[in-house]
């Protein structure tokens, strides 16, 4: 297994053009190479949306296209490490066909996390970091896809469409994958490198054209399908301009302002204030890495036809049905469980699916847990991980005291919602910081150069607020909102004059966005 590493660690042989375009800019050839295969899926969706559209041709005509460029891509990407995909994926394919269905999700996930974990141990124990753009990342998005397709087959198999929850029925699938099914879900090009993750029955349901297929009514009353496929182009320009601009900040920008500086003697010889800042600018700043991938991997998709959410209010189609993060609600969020639901949210249903509706208890912990695991064995990650149970769970008894106080005007509502905002930026920043550093000791550092304030100060929280009341315990006639916290129905501003909170402010977004149902 060690020799295997070994192999499959090395440095791949790079084509010498994309070489020497590193070589002219002075950047990694990882960074040349993710951007040209990033170009090439862009140019290969609008080819492949147009030229090999379900209308006029077979699924499996565009299966094939989708595994030979997918495996190209890898290829190119990964050199040798495309066989940790293919020994990865091989292996649970083989167990979701073998091994009974009423186990089998339990086998998978576990093989899929040891493998991963295996990766990640020996990379950290080899001190290749991360961020290096090598098959980690595309290794963690077929844990995630093994997985829950696993998990989606079990439900399938084993239950009734009445004992399913509305997410396992958005995700079930009864029957096995065919081959090619399999393994274009595997190589899916539009998602390889970055994701966002594509589940199972959206895809087939793509690439069967049935992801634009509706019902409609005649002039006789009779149903009937029709193929309705809207345009893309608005919501692939204005995702890619946006990739443009994070792209440019994250070049000119965040080299200033690094994460690892908070650690400086420079930073932690300054005011307590400056520290504070210099966290939120860094922190924001850092965040265009992400931006640009998950942005520019959404228009990739939607580029090809997937990712088509229905329609909105106004008629006019959506295009948010596989993005990865919602920028101007996590930018806006004014809680903690906001803004982890408007993060990653591929990977965070994944979460929810697998792990969080499925375990009996502790349910929080054991969901971060398993994030935790899922991104790497490094301490800054547990530190993060294990700190959000924690933030969270102080957060919700606030809200659930504090809040019903500021639901009597729209400038009381306003207040609360930028006060809120605030502080749950604040908090990402000083819980996230972690994640950068990975380290046990510049964790530890940074942590006692803030004296672990808002460690303390929710710890406080936690056994100085009364709780609130159990499920079934409320006061009679007493509303509770999707959290179980309680909300005020007489003189409530929220439900009788429609206070809109500061994401309806910034991006009038009070409007329900029509969905296309599966």
């Not at 040891?114 to 753009?133: D, I, K, P």
């Not at 402010?505 to 029509?514: A, I, K, L, R, Y």
Request: one cysteine or more.
């Amino acid at each position: 297994m060690f020799l295997c590493s070994t192999l499959l660690s090395s440095n791949m042989e790079v084509p010498n053009p994309i070489a020497y375009v590193a070589t002219k800019l002075g950047v990694r050839v990882e960074e040349v190479n993710f951007v040209f295969c990033q170009c090439t899926a862009l140019i290969y969706s609008y080819l492949f949306r147009w030229y090999l559209n379900p209308r006029w041709v077979s699924p499996t005509s565009r299966h094939l296209a989708q595994i030979l460029l997918g495996l190209s891509l890898a290829c190119v990407s990964f050199g040798w490490g495309v066989f940790h995909i293919l020994l990865g994926a091989g292996v649970a394919y083989l167990m979701i066909l073998f091994f009974n269905p009423k186990m089998m999700q339990y086998y998978v996930l576990v093989f899929t996390i040891l493998h991963l974990s295996w990766v990640h141990l020996y990379m950290q124990v080899r001190n290749a970091g991360v961020g290096n753009l090598d098959y980690i990342g595309p290794l963690m998005i077929l844990t995630v896809k093994l997985s829950a397709l696993a998990f989606s087959i079990h439900d399938g198999f084993t239950k009734d469409e009445a004992s399913l929850t509305k997410l396992q029925k958005e995700l079930v699938v009864r029957r096995y994958p065919r081959f090619l099914e399999f393994w274009s879900y595997i190589f899916c090009p539009q998602g390889l490198l970055v994701g966002p993750v594509c589940y199972f029955s959206s895809y087939i349901d793509f690439i069967e054209g049935k992801n634009f297929s509706r019902k409609v009514k005649d002039e006789n009353g009779e149903e009937k399908i029709i193929f309705d496929e809207p345009s893309s182009k608005w919501a692939v320009t204005t995702k890619l301009l946006f990739t443009v601009f994070c792209c440019i900040v994250l070049v000119k920008v965040a080299p200033k302002y690094p994460i690892m500086a908070n650690v400086s003697d420079e930073v932690l010889n300054s005011s307590f204030l400056y520290r504070f800042g210099y966290l939120l600018l860094s922190i924001e700043v850092a965040k265009s890495k992400y931006f640009t991938a998950w942005v520019w991997a959404d228009a990739i998709n939607n580029a090809a036809g997937l990712g088509f959410s229905g329609y909105d209010k106004n008629g006019h189609p959506t295009w948010a049905g596989i993005t990865n993060v919602d920028i101007v609600k996590f930018q806006t969020a004014t809680s903690l469980k906001m803004l982890i639901d408007n993060w990653n949210i591929r990977s965070a249903k994944w979460l929810k699916f697998v792990c969080y509706d499925r375990v009996p208890f502790s349910k929080r912990f054991f969901t971060f847990l398993l994030s935790a695991i899922w991104h790497g064995f490094y301490p800054g990650y547990f530190a993060t991980f294990i700190s959000a149970p924690l933030f969270v769970s102080a957060s919700f008894k606030v809200r659930y005291l504090v809040r019903p106080y500021f639901l009597s005007s729209t400038q009381l509502k306003l207040f609360y919602d930028v006060i809120t905002w605030a502080c749950t930026y604040i908090s990402l920043a000083y819980v996230i910081v972690p994640f950068s550093f990975l380290k046990l000791d510049l964790t530890l550092k940074y942590f006692n150069s803030v004296y672990w304030c808002l460690h303390i100060l929710c710890l406080l929280i936690l056994f100085t607020f009364p709780s609130k009341p159990k499920p079934g315990k409320h006061k009679p006639g007493e509303k509770t909102d999707q959290n179980g916290l309680s909300t005020p129905h007489q003189g409530d501003y929220a439900h009788t004059n429609g206070a809109p909170s500061i994401r309806d402010v910034v991006s009038d977004t009070q409007g329900t966005e029509g969905r296309k149902e599966r």
